[in-house]
């Protein structure tokens, strides 16, 4: 059984920054796609970064040069490391997982519970 939980969420105000963690178990982390994604209140789900089995890594134009993803394979565990944040950026964040790449659309099979980030201005 895949299972995704995420952590490291809070409010901070413009301009700080926050490190989401999503600790995996269930599989082999290193052979499945993996992305973070988030959702406002009234909003769709929507794409942030994602990262391929070979370590590519993709960006919604709205957080590139702002967050970076990152993956500690010894560790099982997906990061996103979050600066700059801006009030838009408030949404509940999720993990996601797959043995196919999805990249920053919603089709992964395996997901979080989620990590509230709210930015204050």
């Known amino acids: 059984q895949v299972q995704l939980v995420e952590s490291g969420g809070g409010s901070v105000q413009a301009g700080g920054s926050l490190r989401l963690s999503c600790a995996a178990s269930?599989?082999?982390?290193?052979?499945?796609?993996m992305g973070w994604f988030r959702q406002a209140p009234g909003k769709e789900r929507e794409g942030v970064t994602a990262?391929?089995?070979?370590?590519?890594?993709r960006y919604a134009d709205s957080v590139k040069g702002r967050f970076t993803i990152s993956k500690d394979t010894a560790k099982n565990t997906l990061y996103l490391q979050m600066n700059s944040l801006k009030p838009e950026d408030t949404a509940m964040y999720y993990c996601?997982?797959?043995?196919w790449g999805y990249g920053l659309n919603t089709g992964y099979n395996y997901w979080g519970q989620g990590t509230q980030v709210t930015v204050s201005s």
């Open positions: 990262i391929d089995i070979d370590g590519r890594k």
């Open positions: 269930g599989y082999s982390r290193s052979t499945y796609y």
């Open positions: 996601a997982a797959d043995r």
